[in-house]
């Protein structure tokens, strides 16, 4: 029975014990190897029964630290067998080393610190392919759509004598929709978990968009490319 392949969030792990690794391989003996076999393991990421007993066993988990470090365009020598997501991630710690470093750590606090509340609802790709992965994608988007969060939003901005439009594109759902887009916006919150950790959340943090420009803020075009700030997308639809 093979193992399902590594997904992103994993990769993040192991990559972060490379880079702090000074880019090289850890051993199967190295204690950070068997903590983080051990955390893999509880990660709820794969389905128990998709799994042989020798999943993300201390020998995968390093077998994978010396494809991470192969991967590095640095090295010497042919990469081992790593695929094409293991490049991405290399690719993002060497653009975002500080960043991706972050997500690394939050996804072990999230994985130790549990329960996982995580929405019950189908993998949605654009989490599959987040920059910091999979478990920060999905949580980034629970809290987005705190309802408390969002009506404080809504509530300022119309206070302030604005109107549910889009901040990049000024698109209203009840001018397109009429009374069915009425009081309908989404609330994106600007800053990644990780970087925000789970502080208090301000308002002026949050933004109004559309879904269209929401999902454009959230796509990873590429690997070495971090989030699109509404204001960045902004300037890339006038341009
Ligand atoms: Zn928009
Ligand atoms: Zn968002």
Same mark, same amino acid.
């Given at each position: 029975?093979?193992?399902?392949?590594?997904?992103?969030?994993?990769?993040?792990?192991? +990559?972060?014990? %490379?880079?702090?690794? =000074?880019?090289?391989?850890?051993?199967?003996?190295?204690?950070?190897?068997?903590?983080?076999?051990?955390?893999?393991? %509880?990660?709820?990421?794969?389905? %128990?029964?998709?799994?042989?007993?020798?999943?993300?066993?201390?020998?995968?988990?390093?077998?994978?630290?010396?494809?991470?470090?192969?991967?590095?365009?640095?090295?010497?020598?042919?990469?081992?067998?790593?695929?094409?997501?293991?490049?991405?991630?290399?690719?993002?710690?060497?653009?975002?080393?500080?960043?991706?470093?972050?997500?690394?750590?939050?996804?072990?606090? %999230?994985a130790v610190n549990g329960p996982?509340?995580?929405?019950?609802?189908?993998?949605?790709?654009?989490?599959?392919?987040?920059?910091? =992965?999979?478990?920060?994608?999905?949580?980034?988007?629970?809290?987005?759509?705190?309802?408390?969060l969002r009506a404080r939003k809504?509530?300022?901005?119309?206070?302030?004598? =604005?109107?549910?439009?889009?901040?990049? +594109?000024?698109?209203?759902?009840?001018?397109?929709?009429?009374?069915?887009?009425?009081?309908?916006?989404?609330?994106?919150?600007?800053?990644?978990?990780?970087?925000?950790?789970?502080?208090?959340t301000s308002l002026d943090d949050?933004?109004?968009? +559309?879904?269209?420009?929401?999902?454009?803020?959230?796509?990873?075009?590429?690997?070495?490319?971090?989030?699109?700030?509404?204001?960045?997308?902004?300037?890339?639809?006038?341009?």
């Open positions: 029975m093979r193992n399902p392949s590594w997904q992103r969030d994993e990769l993040l792990l192991a +990559c972060a014990l %490379v880079v702090q690794n =000074g880019w090289k391989e850890l051993r199967e003996n190295d204690l950070q190897v068997m903590d983080l076999s051990d955390l893999l393991q %509880v990660l709820p990421l794969h389905p %128990v029964e998709t799994r042989s007993v020798k999943f993300r066993s201390t020998g995968s988990v390093s077998r994978k630290t010396t494809d991470l470090a192969t991967a590095h365009p640095s090295h010497q020598g042919p990469p081992t067998r790593g695929g094409r997501l293991d490049k991405e991630v290399v690719a993002a710690f060497i653009a975002r080393p500080e960043e991706m470093l972050a997500a690394a750590e939050r996804i072990r606090n %999230v996982f509340q995580l929405p019950a609802e189908p993998p949605d790709p654009d989490d599959e392919a987040a920059p910091e =992965g999979r478990l920060l994608a999905r949580l980034h988007h629970a809290r987005e759509r705190d309802p408390k809504i509530k300022s901005v119309l206070a302030a004598g =604005g109107s549910l439009r889009c901040e990049v +594109c000024d698109f209203s759902f009840a001018e397109t929709y009429g009374s069915l887009g009425d009081g309908y916006i989404e609330v994106h919150h600007t800053l990644p978990l990780h970087v925000s950790g789970e502080t208090t949050l933004a109004l968009l +559309c879904s269209n420009c929401h999902r454009m803020c959230h796509r990873s075009a590429s690997p070495e490319e971090p989030w699109r700030t509404p204001t960045a997308l902004r300037a890339l639809l006038t341009n």
